[in-house]
């Protein structure tokens, strides 16, 4: 390869041509999904991450400067209240304990796998994908960290998205609204099962329900479960607009996220369940884990 | 004093152009995501214009694969792109360094367009919702900004030795 920026004149056309045919080719392996291409994008990956640091610093610099010129009286005020936020949540915390204690030895009467905490890893925004048709992002934490393909995200209000690249020191993150994204919910109320695809900049809607699904305005979506991609009972939305027509099969739902896609800079990362000895045993989520 | 006969300015030139291209414009207005401008394209056309003896599209299509990582998009995308724009920069370097920004300006724009185009086109192949609003938007976008940037960068050409100049900045003293 001729030095970049070098002083060499090329013959310029056939070159062209030579170019136009590697794009193809790269672009023929990205469209095959083979992932041979990987190794290069976390190389080349790697070396823009200053970009994105830099590219981000200002968002950094006014959440610090925010905190820098809080005056004391108010950083005080804040504490309280966040220690008072704190005491609610613990005795929430407590009380959630025993209740999911008591949950595990009702599963284990019905013989079904009591339900595991999920390993959950902190992770950092830094770049969101400059394309206005895409809504994903991409945080701090990659494959040195334990980040997968796959791995379901979340904020503290709900299900952000999932990854769906990873290099050694970041992850691009597909989020729930985003059009090619779907994720497999219940309605809390009427437990109805359901498929929640992103709407893009557009209206969010569940795919095709039945009309006669029993399902409202004010309706909260969490994850089923289903498909085993993302954990269940996480809040992933609510139900903003119905539109039933009797003369169509299929009602129109449109439904909110629950967490803050615009607003988080911090998410989690769902690793997946403490996994510490215990194997899966018979019951109603074997049949689905057999079917992912 | 001045490393890579002034090469390091096209570097930190593209630098610039990258963090610009993921800056975030959540905060403005809604509209505001539909018009972001191609800076790498602005950018390098400017170098094939005024130094085409040391832009061209060999390394306009390398430097398309850390645009390609940047915004998450297929490899060897935004090097075709760039190496057809430093093309016609390159091909047509005598007439356009005589153009003034308003004409490149024009030049720009319809280059744009053609590059929105073809990327939209394999977006759209590979799985990526199409939008008349996502060629047209970058587009003006583009061709908007590029005066700035011609601005900027020639300004900072004749601060800066450049080796390999042509046109009206390579005659200024």
């Known amino acids: 390869m001729e030095s970049l920026f070098g002083a060499r004149q090329t013959r310029v056309r056939p070159l062209l041509l030579g170019l136009t045919l590697a794009s193809c080719v790269l672009l023929g392996i990205e469209k095959a999904g083979v992932g041979w291409l990987l190794p290069v994008r976390s190389v080349l990956a790697t070396v823009v991450v200053p970009v994105q640091y830099v590219a981000e610093a200002p968002y950094r610099v006014i959440d610090h400067l925010a905190e820098f010129f809080s005056t004391r009286e108010r950083l005080m005020r804040r504490n309280t209240a966040l220690e008072r936020e704190l005491l609610l949540m613990k005795a929430e915390t407590a009380r959630t304990d025993a209740i999911s204690a008591e949950n595990d030895r009702l599963r284990e009467l019905f013989n079904s796998r009591a339900r595991l905490p999920d390993d959950v890893l902190i992770a950092e925004l830094i770049e969101v994908i400059p394309d206005a048709t895409r809504q994903e992002i991409v945080v701090d934490k990659g494959g040195t960290h334990g980040v997968a393909v796959g791995q379901a995200v979340i904020d503290s209000t709900g299900v952000f998205g999932q990854v769906v690249e990873i290099t050694p020191l970041t992850s691009r993150i597909l989020l729930v609204t985003d059009p090619s994204h779907a994720i497999p919910v219940q309605v809390i109320r009427s437990k109805v099962f359901a498929i929640a695809s992103g709407g893009g900049r557009g209206p969010n809607l569940l795919d095709d329900p039945p009309v006669t699904t029993d399902i409202e305005v004010g309706d909260e979506l969490v994850s089923s479960g289903l498909g085993r991609r993302f954990p269940r009972d996480y809040p992933v939305g609510v139900v903003t607009q119905v539109v039933k027509d009797p003369t169509q099969p299929y009602a129109q739902v449109m439904w909110e996220p629950s967490a803050a896609l615009t607003r988080s800079r911090d998410v989690l990362v769902v690793l997946g369940e403490r996994r510490d000895e215990e194997q899966p045993e018979d019951g109603p989520e074997a049949v689905a884990e057999t079917e992912a | 004093m001045n490393p890579l006969h002034g090469g390091w300015l096209i570097l930190v030139s593209l630098v610039g152009a990258m963090i610009l291209a993921v800056a975030r414009v959540e905060a403005g207005p809604d509209w505001l995501v539909w018009l972001r401008p191609d800076w790498a394209v602005a950018v390098m056309f400017f170098w094939g214009v005024t130094t085409p003896s040391r832009v061209g599209p060999m390394s306009a299509w390398v430097v398309g694969l850390f645009f390609d990582v940047l915004v998450a998009g297929p490899l060897g995308l935004t090097g075709i792109c760039l190496a057809f724009a430093t093309y016609i920069a390159k091909r047509f370097e005598e007439r356009l360094s005589l153009y003034t920004v308003w004409q490149q300006m024009a030049v720009v724009f319809a280059i744009a367009a053609v590059i929105q185009m073809v990327k939209r086109t394999v977006l759209f192949l590979l799985d990526i ?45």
């Open chain 2, 129 to 173: 919702e199409w939008s008349a609003w996502a060629v047209l938007g970058p587009t003006l976008a583009t061709a908007l900004v590029y005066p700035l940037v011609a601005l900027l960068l020639s300004i900072a050409v004749q601060r800066v030795h450049v080796q390999g100049l042509t046109g009206q900045l390579g005659r200024a003293p």
